[in-house]
């Protein structure tokens, strides 16, 4: 049966966020991406106006079976940074949920991020090799184990070897019913979604805390990049900036559109009173100068010093590290900024 653009329109505009007008054109994976990352946080779904007409005459083309190039598909650099992308944010989901498993960062982590990867490489039509994928994925998790960023370098893994097995995927059977996909679509979102429904329920306290601790170690890491961490925050306030502008802050969806704005809230807020914390720890005031921070740091390294506490070794162990740790939160920031 032939696709319709109005119809494609239509389903963008009521059911866009959860991909329903992906499923209409029989973009399964495509769907499933926008279900568990709504939409790509919205921005994703808003920019697919623009692609529907090319979607539904491929998917109207693909229905009269035309042959494909043998050739494998061009490389693509936005494919590959959602890649990465999406197989952090699996890595995220899987330490959240199923961090108490036994074996997790030789297990379920790597499994998470490649399965991530690959549900974008099998976006649209083309696909990739997940036997390569997960392998690369699994090859990766050990050399990184006990790192807190171990999930970027399996991502990346994973990615590049994705984009290296790219190719076209085999002709669907088009006799497939629409239920028997919605069955499959239900299943690896029911997947997804319960490890983490049940950490949140269950354990409100752990799931606060794994988050907390992902989203100070994406800011670390972040805080070596500031083009890209000023570009996180913009992308945070994106869909909240459209809905002012468009309604002028009222409306039936003002609640859930001022959502964003404590996301965004929530993580500056976080950022701040990591640096307060720090500043504390060093006994300094908030805003002290760098020739300060290192005065104290190394006031407090000889002071701690586990050699020079031999009668209270544990104790100075613990001061010296955390003293280490603020040190370290209070300069990366600043050595990320140009001089």
């Given at each position: 049966m032939a696709k319709r653009l109005l119809v494609a329109y239509a389903l963008w505009a009521l059911g866009g966020p959860v991909g329903l007008h992906h499923v209409y054109l029989g973009r399964d994976s495509h769907a499933l991406l926008w279900m568990l990352t709504l939409g790509g946080l919205g921005m994703g779904w808003l920019w697919e106006f623009w692609q529907l007409p090319g979607w539904v005459a491929r998917a109207n083309a693909t229905q009269e079976s035309h042959p494909r190039s043998p050739e494998p598909p061009a490389l693509s650099p936005v494919r590959f940074f959602g890649q990465v992308l999406v197989g952090i944010y699996f890595g995220l989901v899987a330490l959240i949920g199923l961090s108490s498993l036994p074996g997790f960062a030789l297990l379920a982590l790597p499994l998470a991020v490649g399965l991530g990867v690959h549900v974008v490489s099998s976006v649209g039509e083309q696909t990739s090799d997940l036997k390569n994928t997960l392998t690369a994925a699994f090859l990766t998790s050990p050399v990184f184990q006990g790192y807190v960023l171990a999930i970027l370098p399996i991502s990346l893994t994973a990615s590049i070897t994705a984009q290296q097995y790219r190719c076209y995927k085999p002709r669907r059977d088009t006799g497939e019913?629409?239920?028997?996909?919605?069955y499959r679509l239900g299943l690896a979102y029911l997947a997804f979604t319960t490890p983490l429904a049940y950490c949140a329920f269950c354990n409100p306290a752990a799931t606060v805390h794994y988050v907390a601790d992902a989203i100070g170690a994406l800011l670390d890491w972040l805080s070596f990049f500031p083009s890209l961490g000023s570009f996180l925050e913009q992308l945070l306030l994106l869909p909240y900036r459209a809905w002012r502008l468009l309604t002028d802050?009222?409306?039936i969806w003002a609640g859930s559109f001022q959502e964003w704005e404590k996301v965004y809230e929530f993580v500056k807020s976080f950022q701040t009173?990591?640096?307060?914390?720090?500043?504390?720890?060093l006994g300094l005031p908030d805003g002290a100068p760098v020739e300060e921070i290192h005065k104290k740091y190394r006031e407090l390294v000889k002071l701690w010093h586990p050699d020079h506490n031999r009668h209270q070794v544990e104790e100075a162990e613990r001061r010296f590290i955390e003293v280490q740790a603020a040190y370290e939160s209070l300069m990366q920031p600043r050595k990320a900024k140009p001089t």
């Open positions: 019913t629409l239920s028997a996909r919605l802050g009222t409306g009173e990591r640096q307060q914390l720090a500043y504390k720890v």
